[in-house]
Protein backbone atom coordinates (compact mmCIF):
# COMPACT_ATOMS: atom_id res chain seq x y z
CA UNK A 1 0.00 0.00 0.00
CA UNK A 2 2.91 2.70 0.41
CA UNK A 3 2.66 2.81 -3.44
CA UNK A 4 -0.42 5.10 -3.18
CA UNK A 5 1.39 7.99 -1.18
CA UNK A 6 3.81 8.10 -4.55
CA UNK A 7 0.63 8.90 -6.62
CA UNK A 8 -0.05 12.62 -7.58
CA UNK A 9 -1.20 14.60 -5.78
CA UNK A 10 0.47 13.14 -3.29
CA UNK A 11 -0.95 15.25 0.21
CA UNK A 12 -4.47 13.54 -0.81
CA UNK A 13 -2.48 9.66 -1.76
CA UNK A 14 -0.91 9.90 1.19
CA UNK A 15 -4.16 10.82 3.59
CA UNK A 16 -5.93 8.30 1.80
CA UNK A 17 -3.33 5.76 2.50
CA UNK A 18 -3.71 6.27 6.24
CA UNK A 19 -6.98 6.09 6.27
CA UNK A 20 -6.81 2.74 4.76
CA UNK A 21 -4.26 1.93 7.36
CA UNK A 22 -7.79 2.51 9.97
CA UNK A 23 -10.66 0.41 10.52
CA UNK A 24 -13.53 2.45 10.21
CA UNK A 25 -16.69 0.56 8.81
CA UNK A 26 -20.20 1.97 9.60
CA UNK A 27 -21.15 1.91 13.28
CA UNK A 28 -17.39 1.91 14.51
CA UNK A 29 -15.61 4.85 13.07
CA UNK A 30 -13.80 5.85 16.44
CA UNK A 31 -10.46 5.04 15.37
CA UNK A 32 -10.58 7.32 12.47
CA UNK A 33 -12.20 10.13 14.48
CA UNK A 34 -9.66 9.92 17.45
CA UNK A 35 -6.80 9.95 14.64
CA UNK A 36 -8.33 12.89 12.52
CA UNK A 37 -9.25 14.63 15.71
CA UNK A 38 -5.11 13.76 16.48
CA UNK A 39 -4.25 14.91 13.52
CA UNK A 40 -5.89 18.19 13.41
CA UNK A 41 -4.68 19.37 16.83
CA UNK A 42 -1.18 18.68 15.79
CA UNK A 43 -1.48 20.76 13.08
CA UNK A 44 -3.16 24.10 15.35
CA UNK A 45 -6.24 23.87 13.43
CA UNK A 46 -9.88 24.20 15.69
CA UNK A 47 -12.03 21.49 15.66
CA UNK A 48 -14.81 20.40 17.38
CA UNK A 49 -16.99 17.32 17.79
CA UNK A 50 -20.48 17.40 17.87
CA UNK A 51 -23.70 15.19 20.13
CA UNK A 52 -23.65 12.59 17.51
CA UNK A 53 -20.07 12.34 16.72
CA UNK A 54 -19.70 14.10 13.58
CA UNK A 55 -16.46 16.75 12.88
CA UNK A 56 -16.19 20.02 12.74
CA UNK A 57 -12.15 21.77 11.94
CA UNK A 58 -11.93 25.23 10.84
CA UNK A 59 -9.37 26.79 8.94
CA UNK A 60 -9.07 31.00 8.71
CA UNK A 61 -8.58 32.03 5.29
CA UNK A 62 -5.31 32.72 3.70
CA UNK A 63 -4.31 36.60 3.47
CA UNK A 64 -6.35 38.86 1.41
CA UNK A 65 -8.82 35.74 1.12
CA UNK A 66 -11.03 37.16 4.29
CA UNK A 67 -13.79 38.43 2.64
CA UNK A 68 -14.55 35.53 0.49
CA UNK A 69 -17.68 33.74 1.52
CA UNK A 70 -16.96 30.75 3.91
CA UNK A 71 -17.42 27.29 2.46
CA UNK A 72 -17.59 24.04 4.13
CA UNK A 73 -15.89 20.85 2.51
CA UNK A 74 -17.76 17.91 3.23
CA UNK A 75 -17.54 13.90 3.62
CA UNK A 76 -18.34 10.97 5.58
CA UNK A 77 -15.82 9.07 8.04
CA UNK A 78 -17.18 5.54 7.18
CA UNK A 79 -16.96 3.06 4.64
CA UNK A 80 -19.10 -0.13 3.47
CA UNK A 81 -17.94 -3.17 4.77
CA UNK A 82 -18.04 -5.59 2.22
CA UNK A 83 -15.61 -9.03 1.23
CA UNK A 84 -15.60 -12.01 -1.23
CA UNK A 85 -16.48 -14.91 0.62
CA UNK A 86 -13.03 -16.61 0.35
CA UNK A 87 -11.41 -13.24 1.82
CA UNK A 88 -10.53 -13.53 5.77
CA UNK A 89 -10.92 -9.96 6.88
CA UNK A 90 -12.32 -7.84 9.93
CA UNK A 91 -13.31 -4.49 8.87
CA UNK A 92 -13.57 -4.06 12.48
CA UNK A 93 -9.73 -4.12 13.54
CA UNK A 94 -7.66 -4.74 9.94
CA UNK A 95 -6.69 -2.47 7.58
CA UNK A 96 -7.93 -1.99 4.14
CA UNK A 97 -5.29 -3.90 1.38
CA UNK A 98 -5.28 -0.90 -0.87
CA UNK A 99 -3.20 -1.52 -4.07
CA UNK A 100 -2.25 -0.19 -7.80
CA UNK A 101 -3.88 -2.06 -10.63
CA UNK A 102 -3.28 -0.40 -13.72
CA UNK A 103 -5.25 3.00 -14.11
CA UNK A 104 -6.91 2.22 -10.78
CA UNK A 105 -6.79 1.93 -7.29
CA UNK A 106 -8.65 -1.09 -5.51
CA UNK A 107 -8.38 -3.46 -2.48
CA UNK A 108 -7.47 -7.32 -2.33
CA UNK A 109 -11.23 -9.06 -1.62
CA UNK A 110 -12.69 -6.31 0.05
CA UNK A 111 -14.27 -2.47 -0.43
CA UNK A 112 -11.61 0.08 -0.88
CA UNK A 113 -13.77 2.99 1.07
CA UNK A 114 -12.65 5.49 -1.82
CA UNK A 115 -16.36 6.17 -1.01
CA UNK A 116 -16.00 8.75 0.86
CA UNK A 117 -12.39 8.15 1.65
CA UNK A 118 -11.11 10.28 -1.34
CA UNK A 119 -13.13 12.82 -0.75
CA UNK A 120 -12.55 13.26 3.21
CA UNK A 121 -8.66 12.82 1.87
CA UNK A 122 -9.34 15.82 -0.02
CA UNK A 123 -10.54 17.81 2.24
CA UNK A 124 -7.78 17.23 5.00
CA UNK A 125 -5.31 17.56 2.17
CA UNK A 126 -6.75 21.30 2.00
CA UNK A 127 -6.42 22.19 5.61
CA UNK A 128 -2.85 20.49 5.66
CA UNK A 129 -1.77 22.62 2.91
CA UNK A 130 0.11 26.25 3.33
CA UNK A 131 -0.42 27.13 -0.23
CA UNK A 132 -3.70 27.10 -1.39
CA UNK A 133 -5.42 30.14 -2.08
CA UNK A 134 -8.72 30.45 0.06
CA UNK A 135 -11.35 32.10 2.33
CA UNK A 136 -12.66 30.60 5.99
CA UNK A 137 -12.99 26.86 5.63
CA UNK A 138 -14.66 24.69 7.61
CA UNK A 139 -14.50 20.76 7.03
CA UNK A 140 -17.56 18.41 8.27
CA UNK A 141 -17.17 15.10 8.90
CA UNK A 142 -19.94 13.15 9.32
CA UNK A 143 -20.20 9.61 10.80
CA UNK A 144 -22.62 6.77 9.74
CA UNK A 145 -23.39 7.84 6.16
CA UNK A 146 -23.50 4.38 4.44
CA UNK A 147 -26.02 3.17 7.39
CA UNK A 148 -28.57 5.28 8.31
CA UNK A 149 -27.17 9.30 8.09
CA UNK A 150 -26.76 9.11 11.54
CA UNK A 151 -24.63 11.85 11.48
CA UNK A 152 -26.64 14.12 8.97
CA UNK A 153 -30.12 13.12 11.12
CA UNK A 154 -28.03 14.55 14.14
CA UNK A 155 -26.39 17.82 12.65
CA UNK A 156 -27.95 21.18 14.49
CA UNK A 157 -27.62 24.56 13.31
CA UNK A 158 -25.04 26.62 15.25
CA UNK A 159 -21.96 24.89 14.68
CA UNK A 160 -21.08 26.19 11.28
CA UNK A 161 -20.71 29.63 9.53
CA UNK A 162 -20.09 29.36 5.76
CA UNK A 163 -22.80 29.91 3.13
CA UNK A 164 -21.76 27.28 1.07
CA UNK A 165 -21.52 23.70 1.02
CA UNK A 166 -18.85 21.09 -1.62
CA UNK A 167 -19.90 17.81 -1.21
CA UNK A 168 -17.38 15.05 -2.40
CA UNK A 169 -19.21 11.91 -2.13
CA UNK A 170 -19.97 11.81 -6.04
CA UNK A 171 -18.55 9.08 -8.40
CA UNK A 172 -18.29 10.51 -11.47
CA UNK A 173 -15.80 13.17 -12.97
CA UNK A 174 -16.76 15.44 -14.79
CA UNK A 175 -20.41 14.99 -13.42
CA UNK A 176 -21.66 18.10 -10.98
CA UNK A 177 -24.63 16.52 -8.77
CA UNK A 178 -27.45 19.05 -7.35
CA UNK A 179 -30.24 16.77 -6.12
CA UNK A 180 -30.04 13.37 -5.23
CA UNK A 181 -32.69 10.29 -4.43
CA UNK A 182 -34.66 10.28 -0.80
CA UNK A 183 -35.34 7.20 0.78
CA UNK A 184 -36.57 4.45 3.65
CA UNK A 185 -35.85 1.22 4.45
CA UNK A 186 -38.52 -1.70 4.72
CA UNK A 187 -38.02 -4.11 7.21
CA UNK A 188 -40.13 -7.26 7.26
CA UNK A 189 -40.34 -10.18 9.94
CA UNK A 190 -41.70 -13.49 9.05
CA UNK A 191 -42.88 -15.66 11.89
CA UNK A 192 -41.11 -19.01 11.47
CA UNK A 193 -43.31 -22.69 11.99
CA UNK A 194 -40.98 -25.48 12.33
CA UNK A 195 -41.42 -28.89 12.39
CA UNK A 196 -39.38 -32.17 12.90
CA UNK A 197 -37.64 -33.69 9.65
CA UNK A 198 -38.14 -37.14 8.74
CA UNK A 199 -35.71 -40.00 8.74
CA UNK A 200 -34.98 -40.51 5.11
CA UNK A 201 -33.28 -37.02 4.23
CA UNK A 202 -30.28 -35.78 3.09
CA UNK A 203 -29.60 -32.14 4.02
CA UNK A 204 -27.75 -29.58 1.50
CA UNK A 205 -26.31 -26.58 1.48
CA UNK A 206 -26.88 -24.35 -1.93
CA UNK A 207 -24.78 -21.44 -2.33
CA UNK A 208 -25.30 -18.76 -5.19
CA UNK A 209 -21.72 -16.84 -5.11
CA UNK A 210 -19.51 -15.02 -7.72
CA UNK A 211 -22.56 -12.34 -8.67
CA UNK A 212 -20.74 -8.66 -9.02
CA UNK A 213 -22.89 -6.72 -6.48
CA UNK A 214 -22.32 -2.96 -6.26
CA UNK A 215 -24.40 0.25 -5.22
CA UNK A 216 -27.94 -0.05 -4.59
CA UNK A 217 -28.36 3.60 -5.90
CA UNK A 218 -25.82 4.22 -8.85
CA UNK A 219 -25.98 0.79 -10.03
CA UNK A 220 -29.70 -0.33 -9.51
CA UNK A 221 -29.90 -0.20 -13.58
CA UNK A 222 -27.28 -2.27 -14.84
CA UNK A 223 -28.95 -5.77 -14.43
CA UNK A 224 -26.83 -7.30 -11.94
CA UNK A 225 -28.39 -10.42 -10.34
CA UNK A 226 -29.60 -9.87 -7.02
CA UNK A 227 -28.49 -13.47 -4.94
CA UNK A 228 -31.45 -13.27 -2.89
CA UNK A 229 -34.17 -13.56 -5.77
CA UNK A 230 -31.93 -16.31 -8.19
CA UNK A 231 -32.61 -18.72 -5.23
CA UNK A 232 -35.59 -17.67 -4.43
CA UNK A 233 -36.45 -18.36 -8.12
CA UNK A 234 -35.02 -21.44 -7.62
CA UNK A 235 -36.92 -22.64 -4.72
CA UNK A 236 -40.21 -21.88 -6.48
CA UNK A 237 -39.23 -23.67 -9.53
CA UNK A 238 -38.38 -27.28 -7.80
CA UNK A 239 -39.37 -27.20 -4.18
CA UNK A 240 -42.91 -29.49 -5.53
CA UNK A 241 -41.31 -31.57 -8.12
CA UNK A 242 -37.88 -32.18 -5.84
CA UNK A 243 -39.89 -32.11 -2.45
CA UNK A 244 -37.61 -29.61 -1.00
CA UNK A 245 -37.78 -28.52 2.51
CA UNK A 246 -36.31 -25.56 3.61
CA UNK A 247 -34.06 -24.99 7.01
CA UNK A 248 -32.15 -21.65 6.44
CA UNK A 249 -32.52 -19.09 4.42
CA UNK A 250 -29.31 -16.11 4.12
CA UNK A 251 -28.44 -13.40 1.44
CA UNK A 252 -27.04 -10.50 1.50
CA UNK A 253 -25.61 -8.07 3.92
CA UNK A 254 -26.18 -4.74 3.87
CA UNK A 255 -29.26 -2.99 2.46
CA UNK A 256 -28.05 -0.55 0.26
CA UNK A 257 -25.88 -3.35 -1.65
CA UNK A 258 -27.05 -5.66 -4.02
CA UNK A 259 -26.46 -8.88 -2.58
CA UNK A 260 -23.59 -10.97 -4.28
CA UNK A 261 -23.93 -14.31 -2.13
CA UNK A 262 -26.86 -15.97 -0.72
CA UNK A 263 -27.14 -19.60 0.67
CA UNK A 264 -30.27 -21.53 1.84
CA UNK A 265 -30.12 -25.35 4.04
CA UNK A 266 -32.47 -27.80 2.13
CA UNK A 267 -33.44 -31.44 3.25
CA UNK A 268 -34.37 -34.17 0.46
CA UNK A 269 -35.58 -37.76 0.30
CA UNK A 270 -32.27 -39.73 -0.49
CA UNK A 271 -34.56 -40.90 -3.83
CA UNK A 272 -34.00 -37.28 -5.01
CA UNK A 273 -30.33 -36.21 -4.21
CA UNK A 274 -29.36 -37.12 -7.80
CA UNK A 275 -31.86 -35.22 -8.83
CA UNK A 276 -31.05 -32.52 -7.11
CA UNK A 277 -27.94 -32.17 -8.49
CA UNK A 278 -28.55 -32.18 -12.11
CA UNK A 279 -31.26 -29.68 -11.24
CA UNK A 280 -28.98 -27.41 -9.86
CA UNK A 281 -26.26 -27.84 -12.55
CA UNK A 282 -29.59 -27.48 -14.81
CA UNK A 283 -30.48 -23.71 -13.02
CA UNK A 284 -27.02 -22.92 -13.26
CA UNK A 285 -26.61 -23.19 -17.07
CA UNK A 286 -30.32 -21.22 -16.92
CA UNK A 287 -28.70 -18.18 -15.48
CA UNK A 288 -25.97 -18.08 -16.98
CA UNK A 289 -28.08 -18.24 -20.52
CA UNK A 290 -29.73 -15.18 -18.86
CA UNK A 291 -26.77 -13.35 -16.98
CA UNK A 292 -23.63 -14.41 -18.35
CA UNK A 293 -23.03 -10.99 -20.25
CA UNK A 294 -23.30 -9.13 -16.71
CA UNK A 295 -22.36 -11.99 -14.37
CA UNK A 296 -20.05 -13.97 -16.04
CA UNK A 297 -18.36 -15.61 -12.45
CA UNK A 298 -22.30 -16.67 -11.21
CA UNK A 299 -21.74 -20.63 -9.13
CA UNK A 300 -23.86 -22.09 -7.89
CA UNK A 301 -22.27 -24.79 -5.40
CA UNK A 302 -24.20 -27.72 -3.58
CA UNK A 303 -22.72 -28.81 -0.52
CA UNK A 304 -23.82 -32.57 1.82
CA UNK A 305 -24.02 -31.10 5.20
CA UNK A 306 -25.05 -32.85 8.53
CA UNK A 307 -28.87 -33.62 8.93
CA UNK A 308 -31.07 -31.11 10.08
CA UNK A 309 -33.16 -31.23 12.74
CA UNK A 310 -35.65 -29.19 11.92
CA UNK A 311 -37.35 -27.54 8.97
CA UNK A 312 -39.68 -25.07 8.28
CA UNK A 313 -42.66 -26.19 7.88
CA UNK A 314 -44.62 -26.11 4.52
CA UNK A 315 -47.23 -23.40 4.99
CA UNK A 316 -43.94 -20.94 6.62
CA UNK A 317 -41.73 -22.02 3.30
CA UNK A 318 -44.69 -21.76 0.62
CA UNK A 319 -44.93 -18.02 2.25
CA UNK A 320 -41.59 -17.00 2.23
CA UNK A 321 -40.57 -18.22 -1.19
CA UNK A 322 -43.82 -16.84 -2.55
CA UNK A 323 -43.43 -13.60 -1.52
CA UNK A 324 -39.79 -13.17 -1.84
CA UNK A 325 -40.09 -14.22 -5.60
CA UNK A 326 -42.89 -11.61 -5.77
CA UNK A 327 -41.56 -8.90 -4.04
CA UNK A 328 -40.36 -6.22 -6.66
CA UNK A 329 -36.91 -5.13 -6.58
CA UNK A 330 -34.53 -3.12 -8.84
CA UNK A 331 -35.50 -0.51 -11.09
CA UNK A 332 -39.28 0.53 -10.78
CA UNK A 333 -39.48 3.58 -13.02
CA UNK A 334 -37.15 6.15 -14.86
CA UNK A 335 -37.44 9.78 -14.36
CA UNK A 336 -39.32 12.13 -17.18
CA UNK A 337 -37.66 15.04 -15.90
CA UNK A 338 -33.92 14.20 -16.01
CA UNK A 339 -33.21 11.73 -18.82
CA UNK A 340 -31.21 8.35 -18.38
CA UNK A 341 -31.86 8.85 -14.33
CA UNK A 342 -33.45 5.80 -12.16
CA UNK A 343 -36.42 8.12 -10.64
CA UNK A 344 -37.94 4.82 -8.33
CA UNK A 345 -35.75 1.96 -7.19
CA UNK A 346 -35.87 -0.62 -4.30
CA UNK A 347 -33.78 -3.06 -3.60
CA UNK A 348 -33.82 -6.43 -1.29
CA UNK A 349 -30.71 -6.58 0.04
CA UNK A 350 -30.63 -8.91 3.21
CA UNK A 351 -32.39 -12.27 3.92
CA UNK A 352 -31.40 -13.65 7.57
CA UNK A 353 -32.75 -16.39 9.80
CA UNK A 354 -32.78 -15.96 13.43
CA UNK A 355 -34.58 -15.75 16.55
CA UNK A 356 -37.19 -18.16 15.19
CA UNK A 357 -38.26 -15.46 12.22
CA UNK A 358 -36.97 -14.61 8.80
CA UNK A 359 -35.55 -11.24 8.78
CA UNK A 360 -35.80 -9.06 5.35
CA UNK A 361 -34.69 -5.80 4.20
CA UNK A 362 -35.28 -3.53 1.33
CA UNK A 363 -34.09 -0.02 0.40
CA UNK A 364 -36.28 2.25 -1.57
CA UNK A 365 -34.94 4.94 -3.30
CA UNK A 366 -37.00 7.89 -5.17
CA UNK A 367 -36.61 11.05 -6.48
CA UNK A 368 -40.05 11.68 -5.66
CA UNK A 369 -41.38 11.22 -1.79
CA UNK A 370 -44.84 9.59 -3.44
CA UNK A 371 -43.45 7.43 -5.82
CA UNK A 372 -41.51 6.37 -2.92
CA UNK A 373 -44.32 5.76 -0.57
CA UNK A 374 -45.97 4.10 -3.37
CA UNK A 375 -43.39 1.58 -3.64
CA UNK A 376 -42.85 0.54 -0.08
CA UNK A 377 -46.43 0.33 0.02
CA UNK A 378 -46.20 -2.28 -2.49
CA UNK A 379 -43.56 -4.40 -0.86
CA UNK A 380 -45.76 -4.15 2.54
CA UNK A 381 -48.60 -5.54 0.73
CA UNK A 382 -46.54 -8.25 -0.27
CA UNK A 383 -45.16 -9.72 2.40
CA UNK A 384 -48.47 -8.88 4.82
CA UNK A 385 -50.59 -11.07 2.11
CA UNK A 386 -48.47 -13.92 4.03
CA UNK A 387 -48.84 -12.82 7.52
CA UNK A 388 -45.39 -10.43 7.94
CA UNK A 389 -44.96 -7.79 10.03
CA UNK A 390 -43.66 -4.59 8.46
CA UNK A 391 -42.01 -1.47 10.07
CA UNK A 392 -40.52 0.75 7.75
CA UNK A 393 -37.87 2.97 9.20
CA UNK A 394 -34.53 5.58 8.16
CA UNK A 395 -36.68 7.80 5.80
CA UNK A 396 -34.70 10.61 4.66
CA UNK A 397 -35.27 13.28 2.12
CA UNK A 398 -34.95 13.74 -1.25
CA UNK A 399 -32.47 16.68 -2.11
CA UNK A 400 -33.99 18.77 -4.86
CA UNK A 401 -32.72 20.33 -7.67
CA UNK A 402 -31.97 23.91 -7.11
CA UNK A 403 -31.48 25.66 -10.78
CA UNK A 404 -30.54 29.03 -10.03
CA UNK A 405 -27.31 27.79 -8.03
CA UNK A 406 -24.50 30.19 -7.24
CA UNK A 407 -22.40 27.60 -6.70
CA UNK A 408 -23.39 25.12 -9.01
CA UNK A 409 -22.93 27.59 -11.84
CA UNK A 410 -19.53 28.40 -10.50
CA UNK A 411 -18.31 25.18 -10.63
CA UNK A 412 -19.49 25.02 -14.12
CA UNK A 413 -17.42 27.53 -15.52
CA UNK A 414 -14.16 26.56 -13.37
CA UNK A 415 -14.77 23.24 -15.37
CA UNK A 416 -15.16 24.93 -18.65
CA UNK A 417 -12.28 27.31 -18.14
CA UNK A 418 -9.61 24.60 -16.61
CA UNK A 419 -10.41 21.33 -18.97
CA UNK A 420 -12.61 22.92 -22.29
CA UNK A 421 -15.39 21.08 -21.96
CA UNK A 422 -18.70 21.48 -19.66
CA UNK A 423 -19.18 19.07 -17.37
CA UNK A 424 -22.94 17.43 -16.73
CA UNK A 425 -25.12 18.50 -14.56
CA UNK A 426 -26.95 15.35 -12.73
CA UNK A 427 -29.44 14.44 -10.18
CA UNK A 428 -27.67 11.10 -8.65
CA UNK A 429 -29.79 8.02 -7.91
CA UNK A 430 -28.40 7.43 -4.53
CA UNK A 431 -28.54 9.14 -0.77
CA UNK A 432 -26.38 12.13 0.00
CA UNK A 433 -26.56 13.81 3.02
CA UNK A 434 -27.43 17.48 1.44
CA UNK A 435 -30.92 16.71 1.64
CA UNK A 436 -30.94 16.03 5.58
CA UNK A 437 -28.23 19.13 5.65
CA UNK A 438 -31.29 21.54 4.77
CA UNK A 439 -33.05 21.29 8.36
CA UNK A 440 -30.46 22.39 10.11
CA UNK A 441 -28.69 24.77 7.71
CA UNK A 442 -31.91 25.79 5.16
CA UNK A 443 -29.77 28.85 3.54
CA UNK A 444 -26.98 26.48 2.42
CA UNK A 445 -25.78 26.52 -1.39
CA UNK A 446 -24.76 22.92 -1.98
CA UNK A 447 -23.40 20.78 -4.88
CA UNK A 448 -21.61 17.35 -5.29
CA UNK A 449 -18.41 16.55 -7.18
CA UNK A 450 -15.85 13.58 -6.73
CA UNK A 451 -13.47 11.60 -9.18
CA UNK A 452 -14.36 8.27 -11.43
CA UNK A 453 -15.18 5.55 -8.50
CA UNK A 454 -16.47 1.98 -9.62
CA UNK A 455 -18.74 -0.40 -7.90
CA UNK A 456 -18.69 1.22 -4.48
CA UNK A 457 -20.07 -0.66 -1.98
CA UNK A 458 -18.73 -4.10 -3.33
CA UNK A 459 -15.49 -5.99 -2.97
CA UNK A 460 -14.78 -4.62 -6.98
CA UNK A 461 -14.79 -1.05 -5.80
CA UNK A 462 -11.93 1.03 -7.29
CA UNK A 463 -10.66 4.52 -8.10
CA UNK A 464 -9.41 5.82 -11.35
CA UNK A 465 -6.43 7.36 -10.70
CA UNK A 466 -6.10 10.06 -13.40
CA UNK A 467 -9.37 11.04 -12.15
CA UNK A 468 -7.96 12.42 -8.60
CA UNK A 469 -5.69 15.06 -9.90
CA UNK A 470 -8.64 16.56 -12.09
CA UNK A 471 -11.19 16.30 -8.89
CA UNK A 472 -8.48 17.81 -6.56
CA UNK A 473 -7.52 20.69 -8.69
CA UNK A 474 -11.11 21.60 -9.38
CA UNK A 475 -11.78 21.77 -5.74
CA UNK A 476 -8.58 23.97 -5.13
CA UNK A 477 -9.61 26.56 -8.22
CA UNK A 478 -13.15 26.38 -7.09
CA UNK A 479 -12.56 27.48 -3.60
CA UNK A 480 -10.23 29.93 -5.23
CA UNK A 481 -13.23 31.41 -7.26
CA UNK A 482 -15.92 31.64 -4.72
CA UNK A 483 -17.37 35.16 -4.44
CA UNK A 484 -16.92 37.82 -1.92
CA UNK A 485 -19.26 38.04 1.23
CA UNK A 486 -22.34 40.32 0.29
CA UNK A 487 -22.26 43.83 1.90
Not at 208 to 218: A, F, N, P, T
Not at 248 to 265: K, Q, V, Y
Not at 343 to 359: C, R, W
Request: hydrophobic share 40%; proline share 5%; glycine share 8%.
Amino acid sequence: MNQLSQLSPKPLWSIFEKICSIPHPSKHEQKISAWIQQWATDLGLNIKEDNVGNLIIKKPATEGMENKKGVILQAHMDMVPQKNSDKDHDFVTDPIEAYIDGDWVTANGTTLGADNGIGLSASLAVLASNDIKHGPIEVLVTIDEEAGMTGAFGLESGWLDGEILLNTDSEDEGEIYMGCAGGIDVNVKLPIEVEATRTDIRSYSLTLKGLRGGHSGVDIHLGRGNANKLLARFLKLHQQDLDISLTAFDGGSLRNAIPREANIHINVSADNSAKLEQTVASFQALLLSELSIIEPNLELSLEEISPEKQQLSKATQFALVNAVNACINGVVRMSDEVEGVVETSTNLGVIKTEDNQLHIQCLVRSLIDSARLNTQNMISSTFELVGASIECTGAYPGWEPKTDSPIKDILRETYQTMFGTLPNIMVIHAGLECGLFKDAYPHWDMVSFGPTICFPHSPDEKVKIDTVEPFYQLLLQVLENIPNKEL
